[in-house]
């Protein structure tokens, strides 16, 4: 058992130690990646889907898909042009009910395929069935 543990904190390190030289961006991704592994990676579960949706800032707007979405956010397809940190408005269709929507949120991740949205405030009706 001593031996297996020795073994489980060296590979540790060394994926420790891959992970600090990385890019941030790498690293970015990779963090995104291990968060589809986890269970608890999102507070909220999210909901698979396909609803179109508008979206922009202060200076840029861009259309897309939401290809999943939750109480906390959305992930959103194709990645637009919003750098992390940026505040969006967006608008689209209830899940459940096809009421039009207006959600305010913030760019969480974003590479060159989607963006993670995490919303201003917790959208509890957004709880996938």
């Known amino acids: 058992m001593k031996q297996n543990a020795t ?13 600090i030289k990385m890019p941030l961006d790498a690293q970015e991704n990779l963090l995104m990646l291990v968060g589809d592994w986890s269970e608890d990676a999102r507070r909220f579960p999210r909901r698979e889907t396909l609803i179109d949706i508008d979206y922009s800032d202060d200076e840029r707007s861009a259309q897309g898909f939401i290809l999943n979405i939750g109480p906390g956010g959305a992930c959103i397809k194709p990645g637009g042009p919003f750098p992390k940190g940026s505040p969006l408005v ?16 913030t760019v969480v991740w974003r590479d060159q395929h989607a963006t993670g949205i995490a919303f201003t405030r917790e959208a509890k009706d957004m709880l996938p069935q």
């Open 7 to 19: 073994h489980i904190g060296m590979v540790t390190a060394k994926l420790i130690n891959a992970i």
């Open 90 to 105: 967006m608008l689209f269709r209830h899940p459940k009910n096809n009421q039009p929507l207006r959600k305010t949120g």
